[in-house]
């Protein structure tokens, strides 16, 4: 069968193939695929299902060599998200997407539609979302367009996910200029539901209805996916028509709609309809089962007049789902979503033909084989160099600009570094009523339904290191949300990747991908830390200026018992007295705060300044070698921590990371509103072994009576362990410098962003 092409569309031939994003050789590929020019809408079909963001083109090669298994891994990559065995029953459902191009240039929308997006795809499993992250990434605070796309960014994920009524638990806010002209977000969200009860997408039955489900389609986000397979010209203002509209509201909806229909045992398959629309979904599912599908796109509900075969096939309108249903409970699954007042319509069929078979107005639009639609893209192996290394640079070869005092006070006001409570007050966090660690710590705790099981979730990312040494940064990135997880109490159990890169082009930029991608598949499987879901982001420059490289790393744990959950601050958890589990006080009572307790410096310290906070901020160096990440030494003190929390010893811990020693202090400092003395720091110069980035270590703080087991744990286990200092009073004390009261550290922490946000341009003037 042939499809049939109507006058008043355009010829199809090799320009307008390139318009679509096709090389020469991939339309000169569809020719021989099917032995004819393909008809506009199937032309539209290929540029859907060949470009970057659908097919993986350049990345799949090396995506294969990450590791995606384990016994507690149900599902790897490939499905709409990841599933996790959490035990008792429970899956944990879970996986980070991007929508860069879109929230650039259309923020709020960009946004919120990305937030749409991940949800669709973890409730499509059969999962109830309960918690959305996000990774965010904008240029210089002094480029004219930063504080408008913070602004509605923010906006568009906290409009999304508080009217959906998900909170929003953690995240990452980052600037640099780097990301001037192509932001990063970076969307993640999180469900659970019960490992019998999983959904997948590969269609079965040969006859079985094809049923469109959701909100009408729409001209929005047409091109969606192509947009953002390329990089940014000057003309990313004309993109806008392809940046697609959401409706939390409907979403809610539908997610009720959708968990109810699969409940009642009519669900045979079930497939988002997110980049591509209703090609992608629909292919999808097809190929999976080895089935063909028909479509009848005059049964599609459209919301405007007149909509094309082309237009219809490359939607990517918001809020609707594709699903495969039992012929039987046809009209029982149509009772559901007319109650919940959705659309329902019977669009098609599965056949035995494996063939993907589009008709509209009675003519064929599309007749195309539907394995080899994905199958047959390319795949390419693509040039690359690795990334030339940088020697280590010697930490008193860096003399301090300052005293140790001023830099901390300098360092929590950087744009980096400084409090992101401006971020995170936007979003409803608390809503269900599950959120047992909130925004502002290592990472987040979620409930378990009635608890005491609850999960630990976090995104991180350090794009420096990346840049530097692209194997380093990508492990450095695993272990840093391994460090998150761990130091909460929770065991890591798997891990989401959001992979954001320039051009796969440019040989430079494909070592930097290839390069982070061999550092996180090691770290990875050194941790016991699988990747189960993902997406890559490539194309990430503008004008032939490229992002820094940006893995971003979405972890997820499990903790027994939610009330043995670590929190960052001096003087122990927030919600009053807590019983020791073990230990020297097992089983008695311990009345909060107390404020004389012992601060330790767990792993080793060698004062690395290499692409440090401090360099970077207070030196102006961006050169040498990134800390290296130690796998060993991540693997054991972690499982030291773990451990330490498990016997109820520890009343509070922070991973070490960014600006190192002075800042993880000051962090927990201020989330207790708890002052410290700190009398002793390990060797070397006191400014490196203050703000040195060193990996693999924590601070605790620990009753003091507990001080010598502690010690003695350490030693047995082979653990570096310092004893630093004492929390008490209302200031922070370093070692040779004058106090610095918690109310100044405050200051410079809380107040920068908020004073941006309010038009003062001078706040980040030395950081711009």
């Given amino acids: ?25 991939e339309y000169d590929r569809i020719l021989k695929l099917i032995g004819r020019t393909p008809s506009f809408t199937e032309l539209g079909i290929f540029s859907a299902m060949w470009n970057e963001h659908c097919s993986y083109k350049s990345s799949r090669v090396h995506l294969r060599k990450l590791p995606t298994r384990a016994p507690w891994v149900i599902r790897g990559p490939g499905e709409n998200a990841g599933v996790i065995d959490i035990g008792d029953g429970d899956a944990c459902v879970f996986k980070m997407e991007s929508h860069n191009h879109p929230s650039f240039i259309e923020p709020y929308q960009g946004a919120a539609t990305g937030v749409g997006g991940i949800l669709r795809d973890v409730f499509t499993m059969g999962a109830r979302p309960i918690a959305c992250l996000n990774l965010l990434r904008f240029g210089r605070p002094s480029h004219p367009k930063t504080r408008h796309l913070v602004s509605g960014v923010v906006a568009g994920v906290g409009g999304y996910g508080n009217s959906f009524g998900v909170p929003t638990v ?11 002209g192509n932001i990063l977000v970076n969307a993640m969200a999180v469900g659970l539901a019960r490992t019998d009860a999983i959904f997948y997408s590969a269609a079965a039955g040969v006859g079985n209805p094809i049923v469109y489900l959701g909100s009408k389609t729409g001209r929005d986000g047409i091109h969606g996916a ?22 939390p509201f409907s979403e809610k909806l539908l997610l009720e709609a959708c968990l109810e229909l699969m409940a009642s045992g009519a669900v045979i398959a079930i497939q988002d309809m997110g980049a591509a629309g209703l090609t992608s979904s629909a292919v999808e599912m097809g190929a999976k089962g080895n089935l063909g599908i028909e479509l009848d796109l005059d049964a599609v509900p459209c919301r405007e007049e007149g909509m094309t075969a082309y237009e219809m096939m490359l939607s990517e309108s918001q809020e609707r789902m594709l699903m495969v249903l039992k012929p039987e409970l046809e009209a029982q699954a149509e009772g559901i979503f007319r109650k919940w007042g959705l659309d329902f319509a019977i669009v098609g069929k599965t056949t035995d033909t494996l063939r993907f078979v589009v008709r509209h107005k009675g003519e064929v639009k599309a007749d195309l084989p539907i394995k080899e639609l994905g199958d047959e893209a390319p795949v390419y192996d693509r040039p690359w160099v690795e990334t030339p290394k940088q020697p280590a640079i010697d930490p008193a070869s860096i003399e301090a600009p300052m005293s140790n005092r001023d830099a901390l006070l300098k360092l929590l006001a950087t744009p980096n570094l400084c409090s992101k409570r401006w971020v995170w007050e936007q979003y409803d966090h608390l809503i269900l009523g599950n959120s047992v660690r909130r925004p502002g710590g290592d990472a987040a705790v979620i409930r378990v339904k009635d608890g005491p099981k609850g999960l630990a979730l976090t995104t991180d990312v350090t794009a420096r290191y990346c840049a530097a040494d692209p194997y380093e940064g990508g492990k450095q990135a695993v272990a840093e949300a391994w460090r998150n997880i761990t130091a909460t109490g929770a065991t890591p159990l798997a891990l989401t990747d959001n992979l954001n890169f320039g051009n796969p082009e440019r040989p430079e930029y494909m070592g930097q991908f290839v390069g982070c991608l061999q550092g996180i598949g090691e770290a990875a499987a ?23 490289p940006t893995p971003a790393i979405g972890g997820v744990g499990v903790i027994a018992d939610v009330r043995q ?24 009572k311990i009345d909060l705060p107390r404020v004389d307790e012992d601060i330790f410096l767990i792993g080793e310290t060698e004062g690395r300044l290499g692409q440090s906070a401090y360099a970077h901020e207070l030196c102006g160096r961006r050169d040498g070698a990134p800390p290296p990440v130690d796998l ?15 016997k109820g010893l520890l009343r509070a811990c922070h991973d070490i990371s960014d600006g190192g020693l002075a800042v993880a202090l000051a962090e927990m400092a201020l989330a207790g509103n708890v002052g410290a003395v700190v009398d002793i720091l390990p060797p070397g110069p006191r400014h490196a072994a203050l703000f040195g980035e060193d990996q693999a270590r924590y601070i605790v703080a620990a009753w003091n009576e507990s001080t010598s087991f502690i010690l003695a744990q350490a030693v047995g286990a082979g653990v570096p362990i310092l004893k630093i200092g004492v929390t008490g009073g209302e200031s922070l004390k370093l070692p040779g410098e004058a106090p610095i009261l918690l109310t100044e550290l405050r200051n410079a922490h809380e107040t920068p962003l908020p004073a941006f946000m309010a038009g003062d341009d001078s706040v980040f003037s030395d950081n711009s």
């Fill in 226 to 247: 192509t947009m953002a397979s390329a990089s940014f010209e000057a003309d990313a203002e004309e993109k806008r028509p392809t940046v697609q509209v959401g409706d």
């Fill in 526 to 548: 050194a941790l016991d830390f699988p990747i189960v879901s993902g997406n890559v982001s490539l194309y990430n420059e503008t004008q032939g200026a490229g992002i820094l």
């Fill in 632 to 646: 060993s030494a991540e693997k054991r003190n972690g499982d030291f921590v773990r451990a330490l929390i498990a």
């Fill in 1 to 25: 069968m042939t499809a049939t092409t109507s006058h008043a569309e355009p010829k199809v031939d090799a320009e307008l193939a390139s318009a679509h994003g096709l090389r020469p050789d």
């Fill in 565 to 588: 959950a670590m929190g960052v601050g001096f003087g122990g958890p927030a919600e009053g007295s807590i019983i020791a589990a073990s230990g020297p006080r097992l089983g008695q």
């Fill in 170 to 180: 953690g995240g990452s806010t980052e600037f640099d200029s780097s990301y001037d």
